[in-house]
């Protein structure tokens, strides 16, 4: 069992900056790849970004590249989202994600625990 708890959503204007934070606890969370996804509503849950289980190699989804960055901390147990120059296309609720089987993947299917999500709105 892994236990995901997301942290540090909010409202924030266009092109302002938000951090979120994803606690683990509950298995070994250095040895996990981790990723980030969103939703908004109405739409279907989409893939933000991934990081290894060293954090070694990182990707992301076109719509956030050079804006996103997604870090980890393993003595902490904690995985990043900086996210700058928000837009409000941007605003959905944010889950952290396991990924057990270190696929370093794209796709929700690939990750077998998430967090309950963060909502990040974003105004015009």
């Known amino acids: 069992q892994v236990q995901l708890v997301e942290s540090g959503g909010g409202l924030v204007q266009a092109g302002g900056s938000l951090r979120l934070s994803c606690a683990a606890s509950?298995?070994?969370?250095?040895?996990?790849?981790m990723g980030w996804f969103r939703q908004a509503p109405g739409k279907e849950r989409e893939f933000v970004t991934a990081?290894?289980?060293?954090?070694?190699?990182?990707f992301y989804a076109d719509s956030v590249k050079g804006r996103f960055t997604i870090s980890r901390d393993n003595a902490k147990n904690t995985v990043y989202l900086q996210m700058n120059s928000l837009k409000p296309e941007d605003t959905a609720v944010y889950y952290c994600?396991?990924?057990?089987?270190?696929?370093?993947?794209?796709?929700?299917?690939?990750?077998?625990?998430w967090g309950q999500g963060t909502q990040v709105t974003v105004s015009s």
């Open positions: 990081i290894s289980w060293s954090g070694g190699r990182t």
């Open positions: 994600a396991v990924d057990l089987n270190n696929l370093f993947g794209s796709s929700w299917h690939e990750y077998e625990y």
């Open positions: 509950g298995r070994t969370f250095s040895t996990y790849a």
